[in-house]
């Protein structure tokens, strides 16, 4: 009895415990949807407040709304901060101002992100902090009874029995038995008492009937618990262990994870006759030995649907049971309820495109049991854009459900930077990450000619180059990129050939003074793309980019496809090329933080570049700023 | 759910890291096809590759790939450019096909 009585107050306490952590661990999210739903509230009494509520969201609060967008929300949160920033410069100086309707399109999305945060909220945490605190006063009731020796109700037993379920590590069923034994010897005398109490009442108005306290509808209030709800919990634990060892392995040594799986499973009886199938009728044990993937199947499909798939599947690889293998080996998640309808959904997709869909599964299976309609989403996206998707599933099927935003960013930065997506002849570029840093270092290399001298191979030229300089990195054991080292680096070089290296190279970190790891990581979190509309909007705002607009961008004499490019991307400090739309990019995320103007701008000019000291000099003194390695944000 | 790939270097940050880059259903794939996801980080760790963190982060569908179609795209290349690639520039390994 003793060791029943500790271990349920053990088990009270923690409860108890884990409810105070979860309530301290949300009480940020709590305060900020009570702040946003102030700010909804005004939005729906105050016109005048529809474009500077911006002003009343904080950037975590900005970051927190971001991340309910699907995919990249780079470039929306920059959006919405250049906003403030206009709004801001505007107040501060009394000046009316009109928002472009892109920048009004963002403000009506944040509205709708400041709805859904609070509508997830409820749902969610709120929802659960409801919950948490109808557990929270069941749990103290039951340890004011104790302590306080008051009789328990079926209630209380129950309550005992979901603490065991849901806190005890050890052996739920021993510990389920001493807290039970305890709990019925310290509600017996209790029960006794009352019914004592009862009787005499009882023979006081009627003086007739003996009393036997154990004949007595209360005492079943004891047993009840342990005979219902934990009876069904040992046999449901039973029933997956029978059905684990009927398909060869012990559930006792299978990870949580798993294990949290199986006893989820509602009907455990059907899953039994499931697993009976698959392993009688089906013969699963020919195609796959992985736990993993039966607890998927026993846990996500049924008979039905496994069967369809199977037929399909089976059919389609002339039942090669090496094939069938490769299937469950990487594509089990075809076989279950949700994965089949995407499975039915996006081999469609293959078949429109008329690629092979036998190699198809064997080379992309995640592919299949993919979300179809973000990959449809995608793939009317690429088509609008002139891209022939059958090719770009060729190149980067197994991306797309994970990465269909990057691939349309990759779209955007190659129009950013002057590339015909239309004539494009590889797409395996789309798939490639930190392309827009990638084109910035060629271009500083002087590269725009040599990739740009054909229009339609210039996809080609820079893949080759990529491919070249990785070639030459390991072959003089170098870094291959300078951006990913996020650092700016100065380098003596001679003639740069079409590696993208320099002859005679000498690579040397900048100075501290001249390298600010804060201002990196403003200017890696920012979007990778800028338009020239936004950068209008810049040159309008900050005069001081007109010294560099004005005095070192080529003026446009023909225009042939490479003048356009270049006029388009780069700055001519001498001989030296700096990426024009690096810089601008880098420019709005330093200015939107605070940087100072002058400061941003040489940063922006000599991120990420190799400069030799007198090129430095040269960018320094044609935007005449002195304030080089402020740190100050 | 993801645990099991700290045997390949990925400390709780890195877990972490992983666990905010991909949707539940992705990292769903993490736990069905975990004998595939060990097969083939194995026979990259035999080819010499040591960063697998960035494998996980930015392609992690070559996890998920059968183990055959994998070879095959690697063995085009030099063993020495492939572990490069995976620890050094696993982002540019769409531009070799792979």
């Given at each position: 009895m003793a060791k029943g009585k500790e271990l349920l107050k053990e088990l009270v306490d923690k409860a108890l415990n884990v409810f105070e952590q979860y309530d301290n661990d949300t009480s940020v999210e709590a305060f900020d949807v009570t702040s946003l739903k102030e700010i909804e509230t005004k939005l729906k009494n105050t016109p005048e407040y529809q474009e500077s509520f911006v002003m009343d969201i904080k950037e975590d609060v900005l970051a927190k709304l971001s991340s309910l967008l699907d995919g990249d929300n780079n470039e929306f949160k920059s959006s919405i901060s250049a906003i403030k920033g206009i709004i801001d410069l505007n107040i501060n100086k009394g000046l009316d101002f009109t928002l472009k309707e892109n920048q009004k399109k963002d403000l009506d999305t944040l509205k709708e992100l400041i709805t859904k945060y609070?509508?997830?909220?409820?749902?969610?945490?709120?929802?659960?902090?409801?919950?948490?605190?109808?557990?929270?006063?069941?749990?103290?009731?039951?340890?004011?009874?104790?302590?306080?020796?008051?009789?328990?109700?079926?209630?209380?037993?129950?309550?005992?029995?979901?603490?065991?379920?849901?806190?005890?590590?050890?052996?739920?069923?021993?510990?389920?038995?001493?807290?039970?034994?305890?709990?019925?010897?310290?509600?017996?005398?209790?029960?006794?008492?009352?019914?004592?109490?009862?009787?005499?009442?009882?023979?006081?108005?009627?003086?007739?009937?003996?009393?036997?306290?154990?004949?007595?509808?209360?005492?079943?209030?004891?047993?009840?618990?342990?005979?219902?709800?934990?009876l069904k919990l040992a046999e449901k634990m039973q029933k997956l262990k029978e059905i684990i060892s009927y398909l060869g392995f012990n559930f006792d040594l299978l990870d949580g994870t798993l294990k949290t799986k199986l006893i989820s499973i509602k009907d455990v009886y059907e899953t039994e006759k499931f697993a009976h199938y698959l392993k009688d009728k089906k013969n699963i044990s020919l195609y796959t030995n992985s736990i993993n993937a039966l607890v998927v199947l026993l846990t996500e499909s049924n008979e039905t649907t496994f069967n369809k798939i199977f037929e399909v599947i089976s059919g389609l690889y002339n039942n090669d049971e090496t094939l069938l293998k490769k299937i469950f080996r990487n594509g089990v998640n075809i076989f279950t309820i949700k994965g089949s309808k995407a499975f039915n959904a996006n081999r469609k997709i293959i078949e429109e495109y008329k690629l092979d869909l036998r190699t198809s599964i064997i080379e992309h299976p995640t592919f299949f049991s993919s979300d179809n309609k973000k990959i449809v989403e995608c793939l009317e996206k690429t088509k609008a854009k002139g891209i022939r998707n059958e090719e770009l599933l060729r190149k980067c099927m197994s991306l797309i459900p994970q990465d269909a935003s990057r691939i349309e960013e990759n779209i955007a930065i190659l129009e950013n930077y002057g590339f015909n997506i239309e004539e494009l002849q590889t797409y395996s570029i789309l798939g490639g990450f930190n392309l827009a840093q990638k084109l910035d270092e060629f271009i500083e290399l002087g590269l725009n000619e040599y990739i740009h001298a054909n229009p339609s191979r210039a996809g080609i030229v820079y893949q080759s180059l990529v491919i070249k300089k990785i070639y030459y990195a390991l072959k003089n054991n170098l870094p291959i990129w300078r951006s990913a080292n996020c650092e700016q680096k100065l380098l003596n070089h001679d003639v740069l050939n079409k590696d993208g290296y320099s002859t005679t190279e000498t690579l040397e970190s900048i100075p501290s003074d001249k390298s600010n790891e804060d201002y990196n990581i403003i200017i890696n979190e920012g979007s990778n793309i800028i338009t020239e509309e936004e950068i209008k909007d810049l040159l309008v705002m900050h005069l001081i980019l007109e010294r560099v607009e004005s005095g070192h961008r080529l003026a446009l004499y023909s225009d042939n496809n490479l003048n356009s490019v270049r006029q388009k991307t780069e700055f001519r400090f001498g001989n030296k090329v700096i990426s024009r739309l690096k810089t601008y990019r880098a420019f709005r995320e330093l200015i939107n933080k605070g940087v100072d103007e002058e400061e941003a701008l040489l940063y922006s000019l000599t991120y990420n570049s190799i400069l030799e000291d007198h090129e430095f000099e040269e960018i320094k003194q044609s935007i005449k700023g002195n304030k080089v390695g402020e740190k100050s944000i | 759910m993801i645990d099991y790939l700290k045997k390949y270097n990925i400390n709780d940050e890195g877990l972490e890291q992983i666990r905010q880059r991909y949707n539940t259903d992705y990292l769903n794939y993490f736990v069905s096809l975990k004998d595939c996801v060990e097969e083939n980080l194995d026979y990259l760790k035999s080819l010499g590759v040591s960063n697998f963190k960035n494998v996980l982060l930015y392609r992690a569908d070559l996890c998920f790939k059968d183990l055959d179609v994998l070879k095959r795209s690697l063995s085009k290349y030099d063993i020495d450019l492939v572990a490069k690639l995976f620890d050094d520039d696993v982002e540019d390994l769409i531009n070799f096909e792979i």
């Open positions: 609070i509508v997830n909220y409820e749902t969610t945490i709120g929802s659960k902090r409801t919950y948490n605190n109808k557990l929270k006063l069941k749990y103290t009731i039951l340890r004011n009874k104790l302590e306080n020796k008051k009789m328990l109700e079926s209630e209380d037993y129950e309550t005992a029995e979901e603490l065991v379920i849901a806190f005890c590590e050890t052996d739920k069923d021993t510990a389920l038995d001493e807290i039970m034994t305890y709990l019925n010897e310290f509600n017996i005398p209790l029960l006794v008492l009352k019914d004592k109490q009862k009787i005499e009442i009882t023979l006081e108005e009627t003086d007739e009937k003996q009393f036997d306290p154990f004949d007595h509808q209360e005492t079943s209030v004891i047993e009840r618990p342990r005979n219902n709800k934990s | -």
